[in-house]
């Protein structure tokens, strides 16, 4: 199975189904259909098959080795020019334990979100071929280990995800299609000028001795690749390190996003047909922070030691900041949007500690919030699919009405807020313990923990005030969950309840990824500091 080339075949499956799809008339509704959910679903059970043989004692994180199923070869190559000499471009993918687990979340995710988007009536071959190339995009991050093919796929996500906002969005879709397009291809730019400036400060050594500029990351990882008179380099004394590692980061955390550059995240979930709000969440939020992990961390380790306590802050900032906003909205989506920029501040918390338990939390934390906060969109998605509106003041006794349902809405409120037994405890738990073993950011750690107490506050008002007390009369010819919606529902509740169980069945697939981390940051720090 190593040598099979099944990671290509996870990540273009869907544009091979996107041919399918174009190849049919407009007519075909449901053949459109269900070729989307016979290839997210083959996705699902390759991504299952690489769980099966993964390899959970291989670890490392600038050692081709130490990847798995690897597939490199030579995609890209010009010779002769002027001042470059030739430029050469590989294309190189594998997984380790910080991607092997969204692989997953990303295959979970959009099986579901096909289900969701079944109700889609408008343009339904242009809506499924634009999923299929969104779901590429998506995968393909997770699995590039050359930074050009990275920046490629991080591209490509741009263009499916505008339409799929812009064109079978709500009323205000053009302005929030806009936004996202804005704020993330500002992003795009400071991730381009960086990885630019890297290719011409690192060599690759070729198998027969000569040396070329290189956008492998894994070779920009190692310090012994890295020329004494490049820009980027950490021997060069005149760099630029420090610019570049800000421009990179802010690149990463507008996707995450982080405050301030949250601002285009609340109009781009509300705006979102529910399908799109539930990858929006569930995935691309998770790309923010697997960039920072494996490209800002490992490539530029001498700075984000000495940023780590301001890392932390913007996480108690998200944290904080993103449960008091989400406290006062009366918009059912864009409560939870606000919590999802909340819950994504434990993730930059858990990754500022650089704590083996920290960073376990943060990975988890990414895998869980996929999840849980797929789940309440969806949820946000059945309710307005029947009432139209989703102002929580204008509802009332959903639950008499709706008892399935709200049992379900139940599980993932209380996953949200963090409740023992259920998948959110544990990833945050870890965070929690790893952060505060960190005397840095201890102080940080104690005040981020009122984001509990804030997330309790808003997700039990809204719980209240939209399922108990008397029925709203309005509803009273409401309909409990369908078929279809169950199929929605009941995997991603088993996923919560079989987490919060047994959170090893995900964390065995990280540790030896995240002990070599935490390692290779320490080790980097020494040598860096020992030439400077």
Not at 38 to 53: D, R, S
Not at 80 to 91: N, Q, R, S
Not at 127 to 154: C, E, K, P
Not at 450 to 464: D, H, N, P, S, V
């Amino acid at each position: 199975m190593q040598n099979f080339p099944i990671l290509s075949l996870l990540t273009f499956l869907p544009i091979v189904g996107m041919i399918f799809i174009l190849s049919l008339t407009k007519r075909q509704e449901k053949t459109i259909k269900w070729i989307t959910l016979i290839v997210t679903g083959v996705q699902l059970l390759i991504a299952i098959v690489i769980l099966f043989f993964y390899n959970f004692s291989m670890a490392g994180i600038n050692d081709p080795s130490s990847f798995q199923f690897v597939e490199k070869f030579r995609w890209i190559e010009i010779t002769g020019l002027a001042w470059v000499g030739t430029i050469k471009i590989d294309y190189f993918l594998g997984i380790d334990g910080l991607s092997v687990v969204l692989v997953l979340l990303t295959t979970i995710v959009t099986f579901i979100a096909t289900f969701a988007s079944w109700n889609i009536s408008k343009s339904i071959k242009g809506y499924f071929a634009l999923f299929l190339l969104l779901d590429t995009a998506m995968l393909g991050v997770f699995v590039s280990l050359d930074f050009f093919l990275f920046y490629v796929f991080w591209e490509l996500m741009l263009l499916p995800m505008y339409f799929l906002i812009g064109v079978w969005g709500g009323p205000r879709r053009e302005y929030a299609a806009i936004k996202f397009f804005l704020y993330t291809l500002l992003g795009s730019v400071f991730i381009l000028l960086v990885m630019i400036g890297l290719y011409f400060s690192a060599t690759e050594t070729l198998a027969n001795g000569s040396k070329v500029f290189s956008f492998n990351i894994l070779t920009l990882m190692d310090t012994a690749n890295y020329t004494t008179t490049g820009i980027l380099s950490p021997f060069n004394p005149n760099n630029l390190r420090f610019i570049a590692y800000i421009a990179l980061f802010i690149g990463f955390a507008i996707k995450i996003p982080m405050f301030p550059f949250h601002t285009w995240l609340p109009d781009a979930h509300v705006e979102a047909p529910t399908a799109i709000s539930v990858i929006l969440a569930g995935v691309l939020l998770k790309m923010g922070t697997y960039g920072i992990l494996r490209i800002s961390y490992p490539i530029f380790p001498d700075i984000t030691i000495q940023l780590l306590w301001y890392i932390g802050l913007f996480g108690m900032i998200n944290i904080i900041y993103g449960a008091l906003a989400a406290m006062a909205q009366k918009d059912f989506k864009k409560l939870i949007a606000y919590s999802s920029v909340s819950h994504m501040g434990y993730v930059l918390l858990g990754m500022a500690s650089l704590t083996t338990a920290s960073l376990s939390g943060a990975v988890l934390q990414m895998f869980n919030h996929g999840t849980i906060t797929a789940m309440l969109f969806i949820i946000v998605g059945i309710i307005y699919d029947r009432a139209h509106t989703r102002d929580m003041d204008a509802f009332g006794g959903i639950a008499n009405q709706m008892p399935i349902y709200t049992g379900f809405v139940a599980v993932a409120f209380f996953a949200a807020i963090g409740l023992p037994g259920l998948s959110g405890f544990i990833s945050e738990a870890l965070v929690f313990v790893g952060a505060f073993s960190s005397e840095l950011i201890r102080t940080i750690t104690i005040i981020s923990t009122l984001g509990i107490l804030l997330g309790a506050g808003y997700m039990l008002w809204a719980f209240q005030r939209i399922y108990f007390g008397e029925l709203n009369s309005k509803w009273k010819e409401l309909k409990d969950l369908e078929l279809r919606e169950y199929f929605m529902v009941v995997p991603l509740t088993l996923i919560i309840i079989l987490l919060g169980v047994y959170p090893s069945l995900i964390l065995q697939f990280m540790t030896t990824s995240v002990n070599a981390l935490v390692k290779f940051m320490g080790d980097a720090q020494i040598i860096i500091s020992s030439i400077n």
